[in-house]
């Protein structure tokens, strides 16, 4: 699949209900790099934002913002939450 840019992704995910894991692996195929093993879910939590550095220009190219819609549970990793895709925008 070809790089998607901030405008395609935003035509394919916004107000679109989904597991992170879902999530992270859609901008992988849309010629992302994972931030699901950067250790950061944490921070993309409490920030309802994540940006994605694409694979072909090792650049942070777009920001996404969500709502979480169902949290992880006490005995849950820590990604396992389902978020609903606010905006997208160009970074």
């Known amino acids: 699949m070809k790089k998607l840019n901030a405008e ?3 035509k394919e995910l916004l107000n679109e209900e989904m597991s992170f894991t879902d999530f992270d692996n859609f901008m992988m195929e849309s010629g ?3 931030v ?4 950061v879910t944490a921070d993309i939590k409490q920030d309802g934002n ?5 694979t072909d220009s090792n ?3 777009v920001q996404i913002f ?4 169902t949290d992880n549970g006490e005995d ?10 606010k905006d997208v925008q160009e970074f």
């Open 76 to 85: 849950e990793a820590e990604e396992a939450f389902c978020l609903v895709v």
């Open 36 to 39: 699901f093993d950067d250790g």
């Open 66 to 69: 969500f709502e979480i819609t």
């Open 32 to 34: 992302y790099y994972s």
């Open 59 to 61: 650049e942070c190219e």
């Open 50 to 54: 994540v940006v994605y550095t694409a």
């Open 8 to 10: 395609e992704i935003k």
